[in-house]
């Protein structure tokens, strides 16, 4: 039986040749998605903007119906609530996005919990209230601060580990690749104000760990033909090198989509936002990875003798008394 083959042994695509352009659409993105960002802003959800958070026990259940509570708090018009279990199966924690009007009223605040309350214990008169809390806009903002040092530490981890396995320019260039990357997804977060949570953080690391998992494919192919092809002009290698791991690169991110796109068009409204930015991150990381990884090495001073070691004294010398130059 021949296998089946989604990018020919010898394909030979240009990548290199449209470079600049591609860079230039780059830049502009990363430019126009922080622009989006400041002036929407991020649509933040309770765990970034504060909020109501009521916790439950059912006494007569092994496990607290999570879809079900999730819909029916869902329609009392408090937004999209997060509903997790806490502690044990039966135990969860629900929380709701405060009205701006009552944000600095903890009354009201209590009110609305105890609104969410009534309306589930309608349905399960088995439950028991366990707390009534509000979620300050202080401890949302400390979880904003901490997801944002999140992000810089993965990104500067990856930029350092890139440097020390191959030479700084690759690291320069996988962490110009990562902030396209994450920029892109913030600029669709905020264009079309989806729900930025804790998920959505999550998924920016995922985006950053497939990225990086690909740039680094590439480079390693990058440095082996270095090592072989000396006096190849370094965009031919750079396209040769793209070209070899483009079997991979495609046969990875169909395989992701197909479990990604059912997820994304069926799958439920609370895991919509999650799966529309992996299913971003998955185009853009392949993109980052091949218009900007490597086109960067070109502009950054990579040659064909970066991966050769430097000639000690002795070296010279003996080379010197075998007669070679």
Known sequence: MKLLKLVPDDTNIKFLKLRVPFFVVSVLLIIASWAVVYVNGLNYGVDFAGGQEVRLTFEQRQEAPVPELRELVGGLGYGEPVVQEFGEPNQVSIRVRLPAEVENQPGAATEIGNRVISSIESQYPDVRRDGNDTVSGKVAGE?????????????????????VRFEWQFGAGALFALL??????????????????????????????????????????????????????????????????????????????????????FGPASLF????????????????????AAPLLVWLGVTSNSFVPDESVVDRQERAARGEV
């Open 143 to 163: 979880f904003r601060n901490d997801a944002v040092l999140a992000l810089l530490a993965a990104m500067a981890a990856v930029a350092f580990y890139i440097w």
């Open 180 to 265: 396209h990357d994450v920029s892109v997804t913030l600029g669709m977060f905020a264009l079309f104000q989806l729900e930025f949570s804790l998920q959505i953080i999550a998924a920016i690391l995922a985006i950053i760990g497939y990225s990086l998992n690909d740039t680094i494919v590439v480079y390693d192919r990058i440095r082996e033909n270095l090592k072989k092809f000396r006096k190849m002009p370094l965009p031919e290698l750079l396209d040769l090198s793209v070209n070899e791991t483009l079997a991979r690169t495609v046969m990875t991110s169909l395989t992701l989509l197909i479990a990604l796109v059912p997820l994304l068009l």
């Open 273 to 292: 936002g999650l799966t529309a930015a992996i299913t971003l991150g998955i185009f853009i990381g392949t993109y980052s990875s091949i218009y900007m």
